[in-house]
């Protein structure tokens, strides 16, 4: 079945699962919901290492094929057909592909970000639905182009941010949500690592080809690589967008000609005043990657495959007797530490349903296909795409000037509604 | 090969130590190989793990007892493998072994073998043949509710394998990369040698003779009483290899060395002989053409391993001294 042509599907089979309308990944991955005539034809712009990642994941969702692959580096080609088990049409223009693949209901872009844009664009106006890595574009004008580009096309566009789909996330948001930590004035999150960030390059001419992760024509270096995800969880406890960013880092560590910082600190405040704090290097391990939630009654911390709740101590805060008066205070020379040490106790982890069980990944691979083939709007949708990409490059403009950037000043103030 | 230097470098994965050694020509880019051969273990892992609730093979074994599930094409090819192991070995080597193991780790937390009572019912849902495959959709389906898949077995040399194939197409023409001194899997050879060294060292307290083992693009596996995780043994625990059949000790040999192709066979070769036992074990070897492995008999014995097909050792060293 083709879906250049409009397939108005029932949404109603959509309302099974959470509130949030995600099917539990039983029912998303279940073979018997897909009849034959239900495959999917999937494009691949850019596999890569997380190309192929992804690929191989949406190959675990019944009736999907990889009906073609696009890359300039052709040693990829090899590479996408060992992941597929077939002889996967391949090629190097990516509108050639889009062109001769009459076959294609959506594609995967995961090439370097400065390139979404063009790739996602040309995908939706061909009439495709789009998976698009993180961060959806490069610049704020790309990101708008985006935008308009899913809106003429009338297509569906998932944004690769898989976080929104781990059950451990969505029952952190949910219960953070119904206030069981209190009122949330701050996220930190870190992701620390040590290693240069260096891909091996086969021949130097390929240098900016393979490591362009390490140069600002392509990249949005450490904060849109390492940082996307924790700033689209932010974005979605606090509800909102921030509204202006101080950032700060340099090239501190690694002196080979790379552009992109090495390390980067980034404070992002919200409409009502909560801050949103990001550090990523990449010369020390030991933090890795978290994202801690400080509410006024309690923490919640957040990793890549678990979470864990912690609740502040119980203050009792009511007006008592005034029988101490005649009594009186003692006094003595102690003073204590106790109050301001570092809490390192156990806190209380977060348990996922066996039925919720999977991984984020392939849920939101699987998420995706259910949207093509119900005509849904994904639960990442190109808002939670545009909203942290947006606040990305602008994150970037502010570290490199080593300055504050207001998001006001930058970003169209039409381009969608306010939140319901 | 001028200009190369030797680098190494091991982390832990899978539950064992792995260790890469490579020839490369400067810190700096035999640092970028250790981190993609890193991150392709990872990847292994993070796809085959029992451990891990969101692996693949995790979602396979909660979903194929209800119903068919899709898999990826690495995936269902490796499922297949196994299978036909399975076939080939007549069940001495098995992927379905998750009930019994778990039987054997309960009953190893109470420092006691399990009872036969205790594992009939795991025996009911233990079988390869039990593990249907659909080649068209790519598709599991346990015939038998409660089925349960461990790679243990063969993960780690599958890991292996997939990371002598990363490195060889950046490049590199001389690794060995072992996993828990179990496993070895070469990529060419060092230079100017006729292989890559290893020593197996003789069986408990025996006065024989030390081994050497000289591996050029081959791969060895020892199992046996001693760190051999990977076995049909208990997560984490050492010896008491179980034949699949009936859940029971296989007790022929004290250790078993296999040489194969590939690690993948390696690995599956040592614990399908270790089960297999001394009558069986030359005709299961038959079905595995470039394969050959030492049996050392059981405990108590002093006798040297049975040499099947084993090469000869004279002839490989004669060949060093010529290179």
Redesign the interface.
């Known amino acids: 079945m083709n879906r250049r042509e409009l397939i108005r599907v029932a949404a109603a089979a959509a309302a099974a699962g959470t509130s949030r309308g995600l099917l539990s ?2 029912e998303s ?4 919901r897909q009849a034959p005539s239900d495959r999917v034809n999937l494009g691949v712009i850019g596999p890569g290492s997380r190309g192929k ?1 992804m690929m ?2 949406f ?5 999907v094929r990889i009906a073609a692959v696009c890359d300039v580096y052709e ?1 990829r080609f090899a590479e996408a057909r ?5 002889s996967t049409p391949v090629y190097r223009d990516y509108r050639e592909m889009l062109d001769r693949q009459a076959d294609l209901d959506a594609v995967l872009v995961a090439t370097p970000l400065s390139m979404h844009v063009d790739h996602v664009v040309a995908s939706l106006d061909h009439g495709l639905h789009v998976y698009g890595e993180k961060a959806m574009g490069f610049t704020v004008d790309d990101c708008s182009r985006i935008v308009h580009a899913v809106r003429r096309s009338d297509r569906r566009f998932q944004v690769g941010q898989q976080y929104r789909y781990a059950p451990w996330y969505r029952q952190a948001v949910d219960r953070i949500a119904a206030g069981e930590i209190g009122r949330v004035t701050h996220i930190y999150a870190y992701w620390h690592r040590n ?2 960030w ?3 390059v ?1 021949d130097p001419s390929l240098e900016r080809l393979i490591n362009w992760r390490l140069y600002r024509e392509f990249s949005g270096g450490l904060l849109a690589e390492l940082g996307s995800h924790h700033l689209d969880v932010a974005n979605w406890i606090f509800g909102e967008m921030p509204e202006r960013v101080i950032g700060n880092g340099g090239i501190d560590f690694y002196d080979d000609g790379r552009e992109t910082f090495d390390n980067v600190q980034a404070v992002y405040t919200y409409p009502s005043g909560a801050k949103f704090l990001f550090s990523s290097l990449i010369g020390n391990h030991k933090t890795g990657f978290q994202i801690v939630v400080y509410g006024t009654g309690g923490t919640v911390e957040l990793t890549l ?1 678990d979470g864990a709740f912690y609740y502040e101590p119980a203050r009792n805060n009511s007006a008592i007797p005034e029988e101490m008066l005649a009594a009186g205070a003692n006094t003595s020379p102690t003073l204590s530490t106790a109050g301001d040490m570092p809490y390192r106790g156990d806190g209380r982890p977060i348990e ?1 349903p ?1 039925d919720e ?4 990944n ?1 849920l939101a691979a699987a998420g995706f296909i259910e949207c093509v083939r119900e005509n849904r709007r994904p639960f990442a949708d190109e808002r939670v795409g545009w909203e942290t990409a947006v606040s990305i490059a602008l994150g970037n403009a502010a570290a490199y000037a080593g300055d504050r950037v207001d998001f006001a000043d930058h970003l169209p103030t039409d381009l969608f509604g306010s939140r319901g | 090969m001028s200009g190369l230097e030797l680098f190494r470098q091991a982390r832990d994965a899978m539950g064992t130590e792995f260790e890469i050694f490579l020839y490369a020509p400067e810190a700096g880019g035999a640092g970028e190989l250790f981190e993609q051969a890193f991150a392709e273990v990872e990847r292994v892992e993070s796809n085959l793990s029992s451990f891990r609730a969101t692996s693949e093979l995790s979602r396979i074994n909660r979903e194929a007892g209800r119903g068919e599930v899709t898999t990826d094409p690495e995936t269902f090819a490796l499922l297949r493998l196994a299978g036909d192991y399975g076939r080939a070995t007549g069940g001495a080597f098995d992927i379905t072994v998750g009930s019994l193991i778990a039987v054997w780790a309960a009953a190893r937390r109470q420092a006691r073998r399990p009872s036969r009572l205790e594992l009939a019912p795991a025996l009911a849902t233990t079988g390869w043949r039990h593990l249907q495959l659909g080649a068209a959709r790519r598709t599991v389906l346990f015939a038998v509710p409660g089925l349960t898949l461990d790679l243990g077995a063969i993960g780690k040399g599958y890991a292996l394998d997939r990371v002598a194939r990363l490195l060889a197409s950046a490049g590199v023409e001389s690794a060995l990369i072992g996993s828990g001194q179990s496993t070895y899997r070469a990529l060419g050879a060092p230079p100017r040698r006729a292989g890559w060294r290893i020593n197996l060292d003789p069986a408990d307290g025996s006065s024989l003779r030390p081994r050497v083992q000289w591996l050029r693009n081959g791969a060895l596996s020892t199992s046996g009483r001693g760190p051999a995780a990977g076995d049909h043994a208990a997560p984490g625990e050492a010896g008491h290899i179980f034949d699949p059949r009936h859940g029971l000790p296989a007790t022929a040999f004290s250790r078993v060395t296999a040489l194969a192709d590939d690690a993948t066979e390696a690995d599956m070769l040592s614990t399908a002989l270790f089960v297999a036992g001394s009558v069986a074990a030359p005709a299961l070897l038959e079905r595995f053409p470039g394969s050959a492995a030492l049996l050392y008999p059981g405990a108590g014995s002093s006798q040297g391993p049975q040499e099947l097909r084993w090469p000869d050792e004279d002839r490989a060293s004669s060949e060093l001294q010529r290179a």
């Open positions: 990944p039983r991955l279940a073979a018997t990642y191989q994941r190959l675990r969702v019944p009736g040693p060992e992941v597929t088990g077939e290693y240069n260096r891909r091996p086969p495959e996922v066996a069980v999977g991984d984020p392939l």
